[in-house]
């Protein structure tokens, strides 16, 4: 069964410090990878994707994604952290089918 | 403005009683979903569709129907509701079964089960 984890609940970080959000998948073909945000009482919005080619994905908001075949993972990273950036974050594989995380919190403290 | 509409926004019911949910999308996607959300658990697949007249069930199908009967809108309903299935529901749409864009997500409805 296919899966996807992200291993934090919340991610705390100061306004403009670097963030990175994890997230690892367990799928055993080469599956899309998708970022979504959400801000409260919203719908998932879509970020940025990987489906080929170079490992570093660039996507909305200044947001940027590093994949990494070998340790399956594919981290949702920003160089400098808005108070705006303060959501839920979700990581998505898709493989046949789509499959979701559990979702972090990024906090950005002011 | 294009998109996934979703009503209501906010229901509650006792338990036993039965609704609908409704979702609308104007960018005529072929493929429709719908999931709930529970904290914790991310998002889970209740049950989709991949075309007009078409619907397959997805993680968590039971104590939930849908019907497709337009291409447009992808009704959810509750039969009997139970207090487990107090959620925030989330539906969907995406042009393909691999579009490269993600998904087009509504902006939910809360409903709580008393």
């Given amino acids: 069964a296919q899966s996807v984890a992200q291993p934090e609940d919340q991610v705390n970080v100061a306004e403009g410090n670097p963030l990175t959000v994890k997230c690892t ?67 998505a594989a898709l493989y046949q089918k789509v499959t979701f995380g559990t979702g972090t919190k990024l906090q950005v403290i002011p | 403005n294009a998109g ?4 209501p926004k906010f229901r509650v019911l006792k338990t036993g009683q039965s609704m609908t949910l409704l979702c609308a999308q104007d960018m005529n996607h072929e493929y429709m979903y719908w999931y709930r959300q529970d904290p914790g658990m991310g998002l889970r697949l209740i ?22 009967l337009k291409k447009q809108n992808f009704l959810l309903g509750l039969e009997s509701a139970a207090p487990s299935q107090t959620s925030v529901y989330f539906c969907a749409s995406s042009y393909s079964s691999a579009p490269n864009y993600g998904y087009t997500f509504g ?6 089960v008393v």
Wanted: with cysteine; proline share 4%; glycine share 10%.
């Fill in chain 2, 47 to 68: 049950h989709y569709s991949v075309g007009e007249g078409t619907t397959a069930k997805g993680e968590v199908p039971d104590g939930y129907n849908v019907s497709r």
């Fill in chain 1, 25 to 91: 998948y367990s799928v055993s073909g080469n599956p899309y990878l998708f970022w979504y945000v959400q801000y409260p009482n919203r719908g998932l919005q879509f970020l940025l994707k990987y489906i080929t080619g170079d490992n570093l994905v660039k996507g909305s908001y200044g947001f940027e994604a590093e994949f990494n075949k070998s340790q399956t993972s594919f981290h949702l990273k920003k160089p400098s952290a808005l108070v705006s950036d303060s959501a839920l974050y979700f990581c």
């Fill in chain 2, 4 to 7: 996934v509409t979703q009503t």
């Fill in chain 2, 107 to 112: 902006s939910g409805t809360r409903l709580t």
